[in-house]
């Protein structure tokens, strides 16, 4: 009879273990009361897609990538989700059984060779670069951050900041490939390419190669398929966890041991405090968050129906982005399902960047496809993107300084440009953008012509009225 209280102390155990779980799962989320045995990856031919992603994600399957030309949706299944699947009459091809304990083509890079490698080119180019820290992750591995400019060492207002990330998800091996060829085509072009010497010398470019080292060298020690951070035991999927429209759309899952849970609280975790401290600190222009697979182009906003409030700007670089790489591009909720808590999100809404994420390679590739077969075709495919990027910032636009107002107005965004379109006396706002809090400010336009009106503690000065912007940018700083 002594088995008797250890069996119900056991149950008690599982029983508190579901209640948690169930707690922390808001009403309507997606999520999966145990830990699904997944092995098997499959790929479901669709007739209504959208209809076919809601089933999938009310039932908390894993939705791997996307191929909008042929179809098809890839799946990472366990036997009863095969099962499922073929109950409800989907028609289902098993596209691979994986080994998780295999870890992935060697060539790709742990967390400690971005770091060696990022190292090297910091020695090698001391006045071009520089190599910092963001932040410690759970397991005490740096998330580092590497600038490129001249005179790498000194912040210059005078100078636009883009940002570059890979690796939010950790088992995505090929998008640190992507920023480090970055980074190598920009130090080594420096001097010798003139577009790139032009880049460099004008503007502060960061690269984040890899925004989750915990979550990828769990890949290559335990779990090839392993996406979220480590944290909790369970982890959380960093890419759901930024604070703006956090878990407001079921577009993430309050169930820990989902693979889109969104975390305990909004920007919870160490990854994400890391990320937005840098976007806080350098206001980017633009950037890229680079992703697989699916062959996307995706700006914001998440949320079903949601769209940028200055869409007109935003999506037509988006999509020629897209043609560029022969990417299709969209919103989230378009183009996959609807994401809440995700990076851009937050980059657009609270710090005017206009942000796009990239889902590099197709189905036939995957995750983790051969690195001497793809690596390289992947990267100079992609290099048009964040090439278009670095020339849009010195195409249409407004740049400057706004001169004359103090650190603290500054540091509360109590100074503001408000930009109106139609100029004259049917004029509409665009846009109110907020100075930096070092007093530049980087206004994206399309050609047109543009009221642009100082306000300062909520009340309007200087205006300059029927500014004409072309197919370039106009500087122009203001004084107060």
């Known amino acids: 009879m002594l088995w008797r209280p250890f069996l119900l102390v056991l149950f008690l155990f599982l029983a508190s273990l579901a209640v948690t779980n169930a707690v922390r799962a808001d009403s309507g989320d997606f999520f999966a009361p145990w830990i699904p045995d997944r092995t098997t990856i499959g790929r479901v031919e669709y007739f209504d897609y959208h209809l076919a992603m809601l089933d999938f994600r009310k039932h908390d399957m894993e939705v791997l990538g996307v191929d909008l030309k042929h179809h098809s949706i890839d799946l990472y299944l366990s036997q009863d989700e095969i099962q499922l699947l073929k109950t409800n009459g989907y028609k289902l091809t098993i596209v691979e059984e994986k080994n998780l304990m295999l870890a992935p083509d060697a060539g790709y890079k742990t967390p400690a060779e971005i770091a060696t490698y990022l190292r090297d080119v910091n020695q090698r180019y001391p006045e071009l670069t520089k190599l910092e820290s963001l932040g410690k992750t759970v397991e005490?591995?740096?998330?580092?951050?590497?600038?490129?400019?001249?005179?790498?060492?000194?912040?210059?207002?005078?100078?636009?900041?883009?940002?570059?990330?890979?690796?939010?998800?950790?088992?995505?091996?090929?998008?640190?490939?992507?920023?480090?060829?970055?980074?190598?085509?920009?130090?080594?072009?420096?001097?010798?390419?003139?577009?790139?010497?032009?880049?460099?010398?004008?503007?502060?470019?960061?690269?984040?190669?890899?925004?989750?080292?915990?979550?990828?060298?769990?890949?290559?020690?335990?779990?090839?398929?392993?996406?979220?951070?480590?944290?909790?035991?369970?982890?959380?999927?960093?890419?759901?966890?930024?604070?703006?429209?956090?878990?407001?759309?079921?577009?993430?899952?309050?169930?820990?041991?989902?693979?889109?849970?969104?975390?305990?609280?909004?920007?919870?975790?160490?990854?994400?405090?890391?990320?937005?401290?840098?976007?806080?600190?350098?206001?980017?222009?633009?950037s890229i968050s680079y992703h697989s697979y699916s062959e996307l182009v995706i700006y914001p906003y998440g949320c079903d129906g949601a769209r940028a409030e200055t869409r007109s700007v935003i999506e037509p670089i988006g999509t020629e982005i897209g043609r560029l790489l022969g990417y299709s591009p969209g919103t989230a909720w378009e183009l996959l399902y609807s994401v809440d808590g995700g990076d851009i999100d937050t980059y657009y809404n609270q710090y005017q960047v206009l942000p796009y994420v990239i889902e590099v390679n197709g189905s036939n590739e995957g995750f983790q496809p051969s690195y001497a077969k793809w690596r390289?075709?992947?990267?100079?495919?992609?290099?048009?993107?964040?090439?278009?990027?670095?020339?849009?910032?010195?195409?249409?636009?407004?740049?400057?300084?706004?001169?004359?107002?103090?650190?603290?107005?500054?540091?509360?965004?109590?100074?503001?440009?408000?930009?109106?379109?139609?100029?004259?006396?049917?004029?509409?706002?665009?846009?109110?953008?907020?100075?930096?809090?070092?007093?530049?400010?980087?206004?994206?336009?399309?050609?047109?012509?543009?009221?642009?009106?100082v306000v300062r503690a909520g009340r309007s000065g200087q205006t300059n009225a029927g500014l004409v912007i072309g197919n370039s940018r106009l500087d122009l700083d203001f004084t107060l």
């Not at 408000?418 to 050609?447: C, M, Q």
């Open 140 to 286: 005490g591995r740096d998330i580092w951050a590497i600038k490129i400019s001249t005179n790498a060492s000194v912040a210059d207002p005078a100078k636009s900041k883009i940002f570059f990330n890979g690796m939010h998800h950790a088992r995505e091996v090929m998008t640190p490939e992507i920023m480090l060829d970055m980074v190598d085509r920009l130090t080594q072009g420096y001097g010798s390419d003139n577009t790139i010497t032009k880049w460099v010398e004008n503007n502060e470019i960061w690269v984040v190669p890899m925004v989750n080292p915990d979550g990828n060298n769990r890949v290559w020690t335990s779990n090839s398929m392993w996406r979220k951070n480590v944290a909790y035991g369970q982890g959380v999927d960093v890419n759901r966890n930024y604070p703006f429209a956090w878990g407001t759309c079921n577009g993430s899952s309050g169930s820990a041991y989902s693979d889109t849970y969104r975390g305990p609280s909004a920007g919870s975790e160490l990854e994400t405090k890391a990320i937005l401290g840098l976007v806080a600190r350098t206001h980017p222009v633009f």
């Open 376 to 453: 390289d075709k992947t990267v100079e495919k992609n290099r048009a993107g964040w090439r278009y990027l670095m020339e849009r910032l010195s195409g249409p636009g407004l740049k400057g300084q706004v001169r004359g107002a103090s650190v603290q107005e500054l540091a509360k965004g109590e100074v503001s440009l408000k930009v109106f379109t139609g100029a004259g006396g049917t004029r509409t706002l665009f846009e109110t953008y907020r100075v930096n809090p070092d007093g530049s400010y980087h206004i994206i336009l399309n050609p047109g012509t543009f009221d642009v009106e």
